[in-house]
């Protein structure tokens, strides 16, 4: 599951400030809410400021602990693009700090239905970082799990149609997993149905109060999908304009735009919006040197598909000169060389694409795009190869 996904555990997290308000008090809502904000425009220092203040007054309420974790996620997942074992290791402190705080609330509140969309959001979120890892059984569990609390909290409130994103997530991944899991499921008498998981996603999206933007970037994950039975680029591209002009602030929204203009084959459009995000570094906030490589990869991609491969050639090779000067190369990085490598292949300077690749096999395989480049070590790239989605494999 890609980064697009976890958007869903922080609109979960507004939901869960917004239940039961006459019941909750008020400084939560005030200062957990002022949090989640924070965090879906990825301005962590306030979003930490605010939910310490909460966690603080109300220890182990859900949604301080919902909110301190999602905070944790949110760094380990943006900030550090999941590439830094410290922040790996406080991540998973939280999580395990967090669902022991809310179980620890659910034994004086055995009823809480928030409490219950909280533990099964912090499953969803154990799993979605066990899939990241390939651990695929603690990833199926994890959400077996977190699915189950979901559903309590829908039996709790039949109305309660934000659940029904997390029902969506369950039922369609599920289908999706490798044979062992399927295998595994079966043997627990539990299936993953895809075509449930689309319905139960558009609920959501109709009729959700909290959960109705989540569920248009789901849907543009599933529908940007080449391999997807659903694959949709067409309605993908309404849905992600709609959210991306809704948080202008955030980076990750317009960056999602582009990759989707990209399965458009709106290439000139990709082009554009690619060089005024990148103007946009370190001009804007939130707009960090972090993005500096994947918009490059959009760029040459572009280009790549356009058949202009001298260009595409020189956006690669800048890309290497900024990427790999000073600090650790990121995945998209690691990604550009790859594609550096394709188009010296496609331009008949098979040497040098030797080279860019076996620059990639010996790094360490953090991102698992080792394979990849060996795949081009073996059989040369040319025009005719197919390119493939604009992200990293």
Known sequence: MKKILSIFFLTLCVSLFAQDKKDIEKDIIKYGGAGIRAVYNLDFPTAQ????????????????????????????????????????????????????????????????????????GAYGLKGMFAMDNKNWVTAYFSAKKGISYMRKALEADPEFYDAYFGLGIYEYYTGTLPSVIKVLAKIVAIKGNQTKGIEYLNISKEKGQFTSDSSKLMLVEIYNNRLSQFYNPQESLMYIRTVSNKYPANPLMPFVEIITEFENKNYDIVIKKAKTFINKIGAAPFYTTMYIPRSYTAIGTAQMAKGEWEQALKTFENAKAISFNKSEPTRWAVWNLIRLGQCYDALGQREKALSTYRMVTAMPNTWELNDEAKKFIKTPFTKETALGPLPPL
Not at 57 to 84: Q, V
Not at 94 to 104: F, R
């Open 49 to 120: 400021k605010n939910i310490d203040i909460a966690f603080q007054k109300y220890p182990n309420h859900p949604y301080a602990h919902f909110g301190n974790m999602l905070i944790a996620w949110g760094r380990f997942t943006y900030e550090f693009e999941k590439s830094d074992p410290e922040q790996k290791k406080i991540f998973e402190s939280v999580l395990s700090s967090s669902i022991n705080g809310i179980n620890i609330w659910l034994k004086d509140n055995p009823k809480d239905p928030t409490a219950f969309m909280a533990l099964g």
